[in-house]
């Protein structure tokens, strides 16, 4: 990856943020030696493979083998491009970026671009929160004052209006400068038998922001009649709707929280913050995602869903429990009473009224659906709701909990107690349990015991090396037969550091050379010239293996006698080579 930022300013970055203070802000992390351990931020998982080393300043997690610098982390975490981590990161180390470095590689393209989408989004906002003010917005300010909304909760969230005519946007950003292709690239403008027009007409308009302050796109509510009655943003170069959550960027100002509330519309949101419930966050106009649930996790130890009241809600919040427990993020259910919405209870309830609704365990939310059309008054009906919700709770590990659910659940159906806790037992597990969470793998990725045993000895190398358990007058980069470890092999003997090395990796790459450099090799000083020369053997013979099968390979389709004689004679003059170890 070209940092495009002087090394040596980038390694002073590094030696000023120290990456364990910066990982503890998103991951509980407990030390073990001189490595820090924590469950993974980046997939689900219950126990923790998520290494961070404070020596060596870089984080590798077993599990889902993503790898690298402080950096590199914020990368990933944030969803940001190396620049952007940078200036964060600089900012945090009160250290000036300095000017790049121009090394001829064309990311600066998409960069500029990205950094004009950002500009015409904020441009727009403006734009739109301007004319809600004008007359051209009355209708929206209307709307939006019915809907329970103040002056001030509309400024406090930016909320605005289409203007009056097909492309009063387009013209007006294309005025400032703005050309057509940026702003149909940031999903603002279209066109139509070589017409400009804007994307969003007849709607009050919700800027949907990140917690770094970028505008990424907006949610549109059409007014009157009309389908789709909410209208966003399409995937553009900073948006991606199933990657993002509406008002984290507050929620992340919110210090102490211990819960982020989720909710399903736009609406909802501005409705519950108005009454003054912080940590309440919406989806992007989509289902819940993994990627949404994952985001979460990062923020807040527990989550509560809180969706409409209606037969489509409560299947969406069933889902939603789903995800959120294939990500191992705790969650709890706030049922909506009378097929209300978030936005109606709040307004007729208030805040108080909002937060007296007890939050349910997904157990107990999923027994309550459980009973929906069961007739309970039959024996029937009895048996197939307590069939029904013992399936559920064999997901319950907490003993109290448990026999809780099962005092009620015997009130309920009349069935004993330890009838229903033999049905727990024995109830065969449904297709969804008997899934388990499993961490992506990279395309081509094999764990290490799945590796060719020379592959395994050159990580080791590597790894020594890293950890400079070998002497640097003893050069071995002519010892390895994979290219990129050839190349680390080189850097690490020129004198670089491990992290230096990740940062200018493909990701590909930067993961796999993680793995190496990160592992634990458990070798004791006494054992390393034998572990070193256990490993040129094994690379040795793999080297000495192949030549040996492309010969034959070529004696094979060789047609020239003499030239298939002479190959022969080769091929016996390789396997008769003694194949003594190598020494260090």
Known sequence: ???????????????????????????ELKQKGRRFWGRCPFHGEKTPSFSVDSEA????????????????????????EFMEAAKLLAERAHMELPARVDDGRSSDQTRALRERIYEANLQ?????????WTSEGAEALNYLHKRGLDDAGIRRFGLGSTAHGWDALTTHLMNQGFTFEELKQAGLSSERDGRHYDMFRGRAMFPIINPQGHVLGFGGRIMGEGNPKYLNTP??????????LYALNMAKKERGLKRLILVEGYMDVVSLRQQGVQGVVATLGTALTEEQARLIKRYVPEVWVCYDGDSAGQKAILRALDIFESQDMPARVIDIPDDMDPDDYVRKNGAAGFEALRPMTPAEYRML????????????????????????????????????????????????????????????????????VQPPRLAGWKKPEELPEYVRAEKLLINLMANEQLSR?????????????????????DGDKPAAILEQLEDAEREEAAQALMMENNIDRDQITRAVTDCLDKIERYRRKKQIDDLREKIK?????????????LLTQLMNEPGAARKP
């Open 235 to 244: 995937d553009t170069p900073v948006f991606n709707k199933r990657q993002g």
């Open 557 to 569: 389709n060789e047609t020239s006698s003499a030239k298939r004689a002479e190959l022969l004679a």
């Open 369 to 436: 659906r459980a009973a929906d059309g069961v007739d309970l008054t039959s024996q029937d009906g009895r048996t197939a709701y307590a069939i029904a919700c013992c399936n559920i709770l064999r997901k319950v590990s907490n003993p109290v909990e448990l026999e809780n659910y099962l005092s009620k659940l015997s009130v309920q159906t009349g069935f004993d107690r330890e009838v229903l806790l033999r049905q727990i037992g024995t109830g065969a597990p449904t297709a969804e349990e008997k899934k388990t």
């Open 57 to 80: 300043q870089m984080f590798y997690c077993f599990g889902c083998h993503k790898g690298g610098t402080v950096i590199n982390f914020v990368m990933e975490i944030e969803r940001m």
């Open 473 to 493: 007058d003893v050069s071995f980069e002519s010892a390895f037969v994979t290219p990129l470890y050839a190349r680390i092999a080189k850097r690490l003997l």
């Open 124 to 132: 727009a906002a403006r734009f739109y929160h301007a004319t809600i």
């Open 1 to 27: 990856m070209a940092s495009r930022l002087p090394d040596s300013w980038v390694d002073e970055l590094r030696s000023r943020v120290d990456i364990v203070d910066v990982v503890a802000e998103y991951v």
